[in-house]
Structure formats: structure tokens, C-alpha cells
């Protein structure tokens, strides 16, 4: 091939790549065979009757990352608030779930054990640790010691979405164990895929397939639609697309109370308490935004509901 030729073909491969990307994870996806679609009033009806579920919040890391990918900074109030792209402090949380007659489950996977223990071990690779900061990742409460302590077998993951800060855990979670995902997660393209989907396989090697909840689209509801996890209207998957497009954000009614894990749909306190969306780690920032302010809304609606950011308390 003539040069001019090959220099063609290479701006050719480079612009599919960056157009097409690709896929969150080569694992396989299929639909759940758990939990059922139903109109979001029936979530409503329930809402402030008490619920079964003991939920336990785990700072499982302190991290930082750089706040024009969690806040807009170009959204009018950030922009008067002054603030610059600077690091912005973070926690990757997951949350446990104790149903008393379903078992023990969690909402997205903190990190592993090998990342503080021995980093060359875990499923991210050296390029994704490097680009990580890991200097600046802090382990708190690996989940595989966390699941170490507990009596109960670990039933099931249920993620909020598939980016790599929510499966750092996955390398801990028993080989076997279902995971649960919004649907095409897995087939979602990004360019930043390129880059971290051998680390998303790794931390989903031994796993099932995972397993997409089936939304029956609601035009005009309170979300996207909803899925009873159970089938007894105690946890709830909602769907809030834009950050992904199978982003899902859970409602539990617990024993204190019912409780909103929003997931990146907002990962920060300023920007709930400012109504500023996320930034650019959005895929989707207008249907992100519609996502964002009907989950301010319900929580506007429902004062008695406990909100738990995607990052931040
Ligand atoms: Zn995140």
C-alpha cells in the first residue's frame, strides 16, 4: 500500500474507533429471570409502609477523580459557584441487602482485597491501575474481608451500572454468583472501553451471564420503569438511563426506612444539592439530566426517603 494509502487507512480505524468503541465487557448478558416490571404507582402504595430489608452501607474506598467528570462544570450555577476541575474527594460505597426470607445481597462491589493487598493480582490491569490513581485510592473495607465476617452466603450483585469503579469488588464475589445488570450494559460502546474491558472480564470471570432486568417502558411515569426485585415490593430496580443506558438506581424499603441508592446518576452531594448533573463521565447528558431531576423529584415528592449518592455521603 502507498503511504498516502496507509495513513488513510489508519485515520479510517482510528475514527471507527473512537465513534464505535467498544463493548463494557465481553461476558455474556441475558435477560433476569428474577423480579418482574410493574407500574411505579405500586411502588408508590408501598412506599411508606415499613419494609423487611436491613441495609448496610460499606465505604468500601476513599478515592479521587476530577469534578468536571462528576459535576457539569458548565451548568450555570457550578460556573457561578466558582468551581474549576480540580480533584474532587470520592467513596466507592456497596450496599448490603439482608431480605429475611431472600438472603444476603449487594448493590455494586466496593473493591477488591488485591488492591490493597497485591495489586499485580487483581483483575485491573497495570495500564487501568496507572490510570487510576491508585496513590490516591485509600482501602477501607475490602468486600471480600467484609464477606469473610458474614454467616450468610452472598445471593446475588446487584449493579447500578457496569463502569469499572462499581465491579473493583467483583474479583471477591464467589465464582457462580448471579449478577444483575440495566439492560445493554454489557453491548454498551465506548471509546473508554477500549481500555478496561479486559479488567471488567476479568472481574466478572466464574460468573453467570449476567443477568438484564426487563423494563416494560412507562411513558409519563415517575422513571423510566421499575422492576419488583422480589416480587414483594421490599427492593425495587429503577431505571434512570443517560449516565448508561441500562443505569439503574434501587429503592429498598428497609427497616429504618425506605432508601434511594441513585447510583452515578448523581455522584456527588453538591451536585444533588445544586441540581448539577454529572459531567462528562455522562455517555448520555441530556437523557441523563431527565433521569437526574426525576430522581430529585421523587425525593422532593417523599421527604422520608433516605437519598444515597452515587460517590459521596
Ligand atoms: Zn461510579
Given at each position: 500500500?502507498r503511504?498516502r494509502m496507509?495513513?488513510l487507512?489508519?485515520a479510517?480505524?482510528?475514527?471507527?474507533?473512537?465513534?464505535?468503541g467498544?463493548?463494557?465487557?465481553?461476558?455474556e448478558a441475558?435477560?433476569?429471570s428474577?423480579g418482574?416490571?410493574r407500574?411505579t404507582?405500586g411502588?408508590?402504595a408501598?412506599?411508606?409502609?415499613?419494609?423487611?430489608?436491613?441495609?448496610e452501607?460499606?465505604?468500601?474506598?476513599?478515592?479521587?477523580v476530577?469534578?468536571?467528570?462528576?459535576?457539569n462544570?458548565?451548568h450555570?450555577?457550578?460556573?457561578?459557584?466558582?468551581?474549576?476541575?480540580?480533584?474532587?474527594p470520592?467513596?466507592?460505597?456497596?450496599?448490603?441487602l439482608?431480605?429475611?426470607?431472600q438472603?444476603l445481597?449487594i448493590?455494586?462491589?466496593?473493591v477488591?482485597?488485591?488492591?490493597?493487598?497485591?495489586?499485580?493480582?487483581?483483575a485491573?490491569?497495570?495500564m487501568?491501575?496507572?490510570?487510576m490513581?491508585?496513590e490516591k485510592?485509600?482501602?477501607?473495607?475490602?468486600?471480600g474481608e467484609w464477606?469473610?465476617r458474614q454467616?450468610?452466603p452472598?445471593?446475588?450483585?446487584?449493579?447500578?451500572?457496569?463502569?469499572?469503579d462499581?465491579v473493583?469488588?467483583?474479583a471477591?464475589?464467589?465464582?457462580?454468583?448471579?449478577?444483575y445488570?440495566?439492560?445493554?450494559?454489557a453491548?454498551?460502546?465506548?471509546?473508554?472501553?477500549?481500555?478496561?474491558?479486559?479488567?471488567?472480564?476479568?472481574?466478572?470471570?466464574g460468573k453467570?451471564?449476567l443477568?438484564?432486568?426487563?423494563?416494560?417502558?412507562?411513558?409519563?411515569?415517575?422513571?423510566?420503569g421499575?422492576?419488583?426485585?422480589?416480587?414483594?415490593?421490599?427492593?425495587?430496580?429503577?431505571?434512570?438511563?443517560?449516565?448508561?443506558p441500562?443505569?439503574?438506581a434501587?429503592?429498598v424499603?428497609?427497616?429504618k426506612?425506605?432508601?434511594?441508592l441513585v447510583?452515578?446518576?448523581?455522584?456527588?452531594?453538591?451536585g444533588?444539592?445544586h441540581?448539577?448533573?454529572?459531567g462528562?463521565?455522562?455517555?448520555?447528558g441530556p437523557?441523563?439530566?431527565e433521569?437526574?431531576?426525576?430522581?430529585?423529584?421523587?425525593?422532593?415528592?417523599h421527604?422520608n426517603?433516605?437519598?444515597?449518592?452515587?460517590?459521596?455521603?
Amino acid at each position: 500500500m502507498r503511504p498516502r494509502m496507509i495513513a488513510l487507512s489508519i485515520a479510517a480505524a482510528l475514527a471507527v474507533a473512537s465513534s464505535v468503541g467498544c463493548a463494557a465487557t465481553s461476558h455474556e448478558a441475558r435477560k433476569s429471570s428474577l423480579g418482574a416490571a410493574r407500574p411505579t404507582a405500586g411502588l408508590l402504595a408501598l412506599l411508606d409502609q415499613p419494609g423487611p430489608v436491613e441495609l448496610e452501607t460499606v465505604n468500601s474506598a476513599d478515592w479521587v477523580v476530577e469534578r468536571g467528570g462528576v459535576i457539569n462544570l458548565d451548568h450555570p450555577t457550578a460556573k457561578a459557584a466558582g468551581l474549576k476541575n480540580e480533584d474532587e474527594p470520592i467513596q466507592v460505597f456497596f450496599h448490603a441487602l439482608r431480605h429475611p426470607e431472600q438472603g444476603l445481597f449487594i448493590v455494586d462491589t466496593g473493591v477488591e482485597t488485591a488492591l490493597r493487598d497485591a495489586p499485580e493480582k487483581s483483575a485491573l490491569s497495570g495500564m487501568v491501575r496507572s490510570a487510576m490513581n491508585m496513590e490516591k485510592l485509600k482501602v477501607n473495607a475490602p468486600l471480600g474481608e467484609w464477606l469473610g465476617r458474614q454467616a450468610q452466603p452472598l445471593k446475588g450483585v446487584f449493579l447500578t451500572h457496569l463502569h469499572l469503579d462499581h465491579v473493583t469488588g467483583m474479583a471477591d464475589v464467589p465464582a457462580g454468583t448471579p449478577v444483575y445488570t440495566g439492560p445493554g450494559e454489557a453491548s454498551a460502546r465506548q471509546f473508554l472501553y477500549l481500555f478496561v474491558q479486559g479488567s471488567t472480564d476479568r472481574a466478572l470471570a466464574g460468573k453467570p451471564a449476567l443477568s438484564e432486568w426487563t423494563y416494560s417502558h412507562e411513558p409519563g411515569g415517575l422513571f423510566d420503569g421499575a422492576v419488583d426485585i422480589f416480587g414483594d415490593g421490599s427492593v425495587w430496580a429503577l431505571w434512570v438511563p443517560g449516565h448508561t443506558p441500562g443505569s439503574t438506581a434501587y429503592l429498598v424499603r428497609s427497616t429504618k426506612g425506605p432508601v434511594l441508592l441513585v447510583g452515578d446518576a448523581c455522584h456527588t452531594r453538591w451536585g444533588w444539592e445544586h441540581d448539577v448533573e454529572p459531567g462528562t463521565f455522562t455517555a448520555d447528558g441530556p437523557r441523563g439530566v431527565e433521569s437526574f431531576k426525576k430522581l430529585r423529584a421523587f425525593a422532593a415528592a417523599h421527604p422520608n426517603v433516605d437519598v444515597r449518592l452515587g460517590h459521596q455521603h
